[in-house]
């Protein structure tokens, strides 16, 4: 499809009863047009987009260097935009989020440290695994589960997730995050 405005674009996007190869379309051409104001329907399509679709929006997100917006937003919005922001980190995986992200597992709010931790685990490297290791020991129990969570989703040769998270396992005392660190282990194990 040749879309000539962004709004053409985002109609097509929008429209669930359109084929998914014409919606993958309108984003790849949201993601080279470059017009911010795009920016929230894609994110708003990401939420419940099949798997070719949601890789696509990511891409044209990543494509409008959409992290950096995140990443101020992340360091000094409200408590709301930050636990946006981290959830726009979760959803368009963007190895140049990893500073901001890092720098956010010591922020004050519960859940937006669970998102960053989440959003970590999206990444790969040996920053990731440090950061998410140290998420491990945070004082909320969901942090410590999505910590957990990440750990499991890295390709660790290391092994030193697994020693993290067995060391961690002894001490956990919330149910639903010991659950999570057993899944993470489970995982680690059989790769």
Do not use: C, W
Not at 13 to 24: M, P, V
Not at 34 to 53: D, K, Q, Y
Not at 61 to 68: K, S
Not at 82 to 104: H, Y
């Amino acid at each position: 499809m040749d879309f000539k405005t962004a709004e053409e674009a985002v109609a097509v996007l929008r429209d669930g009863d359109r084929d998914e190869g014409e919606r993958i379309e309108a984003a790849q051409a949201l993601g080279t047009m470059g017009n911010a104001g795009s920016i929230g329907p894609m994110f708003h399509t990401l939420e419940s987009a099949e798997t070719g679709l949601s890789l696509a929006l990511a891409e044209a997100l990543r494509q409008l260097n959409v992290g950096a917006l995140l990443s101020r937003d992340l360091k000094f919005g409200t408590v709301q935009k930050r636990r946006l922001a981290a959830l726009g980190f979760v959803r368009i995986q963007d190895p140049r989020s990893l500073d901001a992200l890092t720098g956010a597992t010591g922020d004050e709010d519960d859940e937006v440290r669970s998102q960053v931790y989440q959003a970590l685990g999206r990444l790969e490297g040996p920053r990731v695994l440090e950061a998410l290791i140290g998420g491990l020991k945070d004082a909320f129990p969901e942090a410590r589960a999505m910590a957990a969570y990440g750990i499991g989703q890295l390709k660790d040769d290391s092994n030193a997730g697994v020693a993290a998270l067995e060391a961690a396992l002894e001490e956990e005392a919330d149910d639903v995050a010991r659950v999570y660190f057993e899944k993470a282990l489970k995982r680690l194990r059989k790769t």
